[in-house]
């Protein structure tokens, strides 16, 4: 286990179009994370998962915006009818429960860029 | 509110210069601070958390709650420290907490040769 992974790594789209990213966590970790990085600011939280439910989302997570993460493994973030603002780095981390600290895995990031 | 400031987004230092980046926090409860730090091509890692009160690189940070601080010092920079670096709180686990992270917006670190 190398640690998180993302795919794709970089995607380019059209506004208007779907887009899927995936990413698989270390895989004795139970708790998942998606940010969402744009330029110059820190990564902001999006939305959590603990196994396969997910327990929060952020208000900045609208309606085009659906994760999954089914049978509690890797997860899913789709993003329908693009627009130029979603252009931004989505970042994937994963921790376990019962660690007495916090600390949180990152993966590489898909960077979309939308056209 | 919930929120991390990080005033710098770029600190210039020499090497062997002293480092202070800067992070003040926002959070009504007792919340979990952290830095975390990006490497030229790397990913996001975690250098420090205030919990474990360690030394990390010969990075140290210590939590002021008087002043909602948690600056990152380092006495002597080495051009290796060149990064970003994201000062992050995290209100926990529990039943109304996920761990989730609250970032600032980062500070370059340039050290100069």
């Known amino acids: 286990d190398t640690g998180v992974s993302q795919n794709p790594r970089h995607k380019i789209t059209k506004r208007g179009q779907n887009v899927t990213f995936r990413c698989d966590p270390i895989s004795e970790h139970n708790r998942l994370y998606w940010y969402r990085q744009t330029l110059g600011q820190g990564p902001e939280f999006l939305t959590y998962?603990?196994?396969?439910?997910?327990?929060?989302k952020s208000r900045l997570l609208s309606d085009r915006f659906s994760a999954e993460r089914p049978k509690g493994s890797f997860s899913t973030l789709e993003i329908q009818r693009t627009e130029q603002g979603d252009s931004a780095m989505y970042l994937c981390a994963s921790s376990l429960e019962g660690q007495r600290t916090y600390e949180q895995y990152f993966g590489p990031g898909t960077r979309l860029t939308v056209t | 509110a919930q929120r991390v400031t990080q005033p710098e987004k770029l600190l210039s230092v020499f090497k062997g210069a002293p480092v202070e980046l800067k992070c003040n926090y926002s959070?009504?409860?007792?919340?979990?601070l952290f830095w975390y730090v990006q490497y030229s091509r790397q990913r996001l890692q975690l250098l420090l958390r205030h919990i474990s009160r360690e030394s990390i690189k010969g990075f140290t940070a210590d939590l002021n709650k008087g002043e909602t601080s948690f600056h990152l010092k380092k006495p002597f920079a080495q051009e290796e420290d060149s990064a970003m670096y994201y000062c992050a709180l995290s209100g926990g686990y529990g039943s109304s907490n996920t761990g989730k992270l609250i970032f600032g917006q980062g500070t370059t670190l340039q050290v100069k040769p």
């Open positions: 998962f603990q196994n396969e439910a997910q327990l929060e």
């Open positions: 959070y009504s409860g007792s919340p979990e």
